[in-house]
């Protein structure tokens, strides 16, 4: 293994100079002479770190260096162990304190501090900082209102050991170190210029401003800022700036001009509030596109329905297909579209069923049918009439009756003001009577399929209902005629005599029968019913469920 001086220079009192322990003890002739210098007193050697007297020493291989005194106090190069790269880079750094441009910056800030008011006991390169065996002494020593600070000036690289070691030092001691980089590169990738730029909370780098002659330092900070497309970047900046505009951390003891890490936040909430901002634009933009486009199929809608009007079409499927593709939002505005508001407070299912004619009737049809259409059957007219008088009063339309019955599955509630339309539309007694009784019911249901259930099964209706009344209603028997009522139950409604019989004992009718049945009819119809038993349909279940609850809970084969 080689052989690696740890302190490879040292100063010379006597002379002022410089000594390369690599050049002055480079042969053993060379060494000699120093060393007898030494012993004669002729050169009075110093070390350039802590100041602290050196000896001219051997090693156990007859290598000669430089040597701290046996009792010497601490010194980072006596009691740290650093690789040769750091002992070379500190080397430069002693040679470089010693170099004219090293003097001549030290001058120069110990002068024009002089002149700010507020500075006080200025020391240039002769103020030890002691702390329990450490000292440092720094370039440029001053008292700025009530504040120590110390200006290091740095000329050539500096290890990451030596910058933290300078900084926690100064640190302890209360006092603001300020590295005046004279030849710093904040662009730079070199270890020095990245090690010292994040080594920084505020990231501020200093020169000495020699474009005046007042004190200035041109102070490179990172400044924060937003561009296109709210992308967050970064820049340097240079700024001539006087000691009055330098702020102190009490905390990291460092000096600042520009607050990087504050600007940083700040222009990421900025930048924050812009995507929460433009996120809302966005969600607004794109609100007002699903509204166009919602509007323009609506409209393409209405003008289709308009044409089909027109035509008397009785196509209606396309656009059936259409409206069922449609989404919620998008058929919430086609309702809320002018084409299906009131005109003069008149209801549009008032105006088409007042000014249909005759081969209008599939529009009316396909409005009434199609659920997706919010159309209230139940409103009246601006003259205060129920759909159903609309419709009977419009002498065009021929299918009145069929008419009607959509209206009813549409969720039309039929009252008294309408009986006279049914009184009108029917002729015979049994018709009236049928047809206003299943006309009430369907006040009772919220189906199309039900509703449908109930005017196809009329007569089984007419009959539970007679049973219900102890009056026959909906057949052309006389009101005496009990036994011919009952007979006919048996033999036309075979398959749903079981709902038949339930609903005839349940309401006392059963007993009746039986009592009136002087011939036997009656009971020779049921036995024979029962001898043959066809088989029995219940698919009125839910029917009657609904209209005869009372009947639910009776006994019957199901």
Same mark, same amino acid.
């Given at each position: 293994m080689s052989f690696e001086r740890t302190i490879k220079v040292a100063f010379d009192k006597i002379s002022g100079e410089i000594l390369e322990a690599n050049e002055v003890f480079e042969t053993a002739k060379s060494g000699f002479e120093v060393r007898k210098q030494f012993h004669k007193d002729e050169v009075e050697l110093y070390c350039c770190e802590c100041t602290q007297k050196l000896n001219v020493s051997t090693s156990?291989?007859?290598?000669?260096?430089?040597?701290?005194?046996?009792?010497?106090?601490?010194?980072?190069l006596k009691d740290s162990k650093f690789s040769p790269k750091e002992t070379d880079e500190l080397t430069k750094i002693y040679k470089s304190k010693e170099s004219?441009?090293?003097?001549?910056?030290?001058?120069?800030?110990?002068?024009r501090i002089s002149k700010i008011k507020g500075v006080s006991s200025i020391n240039v390169d002769d103020k030890f900082i002691i702390n329990d065996n450490e000292k440092r002494k720094p370039d440029v020593f001053c008292e700025y209102k009530g504040k120590k600070l110390v200006f290091e000036i740095q000329l050539s690289d500096l290890s990451l050991r030596y910058i933290i070691s300078r900084y926690e030092f100064y640190k302890r001691n209360g006092m603001y170190l300020i590295w005046i980089l004279d030849n710093f590169d904040v662009q730079g990738q070199n270890q020095t210029e990245r090690d010292i730029k994040y080594l920084t909370e505020y990231q501020n780098f200093y020169?000495?401003?020699?474009?005046?002659?007042?004190?200035?330092?041109?102070?490179?900070?990172?400044?924060?800022?937003?561009?296109?497309?709210n992308k967050l970047l970064t820049k340097w900046i240079e700024k001539s700036i006087s000691l009055s505009q330098l702020k102190f951390d009490k905390e990291l003891y460092q000096a600042y001009y520009?607050?990087?890490?504050?600007?940083?936040?700040?222009? @990421?909430?900025?930048? *924050? $509030?812009?995507? /929460?901002?433009?996120?809302?634009? &966005?969600a607004e933009r794109k609100k007002a596109r699903k509204l166009n486009k919602a509007k323009e199929k609506a409209e393409e809608i209405i003008d289709d329905l308009r044409y089909l009007w027109k035509t008397e079409s009785f196509y209606f499927k396309p656009i059936k297909d259409r409206i069922f593709e449609l989404n919620e939002f @998008?058929?919430?505005? *086609? $309702?809320?579209? /002018?084409?299906?508001?009131?005109? &003069?407070?008149?209801?549009?299912?008032h105006k088409w069923f007042s000014i249909a004619k005759r081969n209008n009737y599939h529009f009316l049809e396909f409005m009434l049918d199609c659920q997706y259409l919010d159309i209230d059957v139940n409103k009246k007219s601006k003259e205060q009439k129920s759909l159903f008088q609309t419709l009977f009063e419009n002498k065009e339309l021929e299918h009145g009756k069929y008419l009607s019955r959509l209206i009813l599955k549409r969720g039309y509630v039929f009252?008294?003001?309408?009986?006279?339309?049914?009184?009108?539309?029917y002729s015979t007694e049994k018709e009236k009577q049928s047809e206003l009784l299943l006309h009430y019911l369907s006040n009772k249901l919220n189906s199309k399929y039900l509703i449908d259930k109930l005017f196809e099964h009329r007569n089984l209706i007419c009959t539970i209902e007679s049973a219900k009344r102890n009056e026959i209603i909906g057949f052309g028997f006389k009101p005496n005629q009990w036994i011919a009522f009952a007979n006919n139950a048996v033999h036309s409604y075979k398959e749903y005599w079981d709902y038949i019989e339930i609903a005839f004992k349940h309401y006392g009718i059963w007993?009746?029968?039986?009592?009136?049945?002087?011939?036997?009819?009656?009971?020779?119809?049921?036995?024979?019913?029962?001898?043959?038993?066809?088989?029995?349909?219940?698919?009125?279940?839910?029917?009657?469920?609904?209209?005869?609850?009372?009947?639910n809970n009776e006994n019957y084969c199901g």
């Open positions: 156990k291989n007859d290598r000669l260096h430089f040597k701290h005194q046996p009792k010497a106090k601490y010194c980072l004219d441009r090293h003097k001549e910056l030290k001058n120069k800030i110990a002068q020169k000495l401003d020699e474009n005046t002659n007042d004190f200035r330092l041109l102070c490179t900070y990172k400044f924060p800022f937003l561009v296109e497309n520009f607050d990087f890490k504050k600007k940083l936040e700040l222009k @990421e909430k900025e930048r *924050l $509030n812009n995507i /929460k901002k433009e996120g809302k634009a &966005e @998008e058929l919430k505005i *086609l $309702n809320e579209s /002018k084409a299906f508001k009131e005109e &003069e407070n008149q209801p549009k299912i009252t008294k003001t309408d009986e006279p339309i049914i009184q009108n539309w007993d009746k029968l039986i009592e009136l049945d002087k011939k036997g009819t009656f009971n020779k119809k049921v036995t024979a019913f029962y001898e043959e038993r066809p088989k029995a349909k219940f698919d009125c279940d839910l029917l009657f469920q609904i209209l005869y609850p009372e009947l």
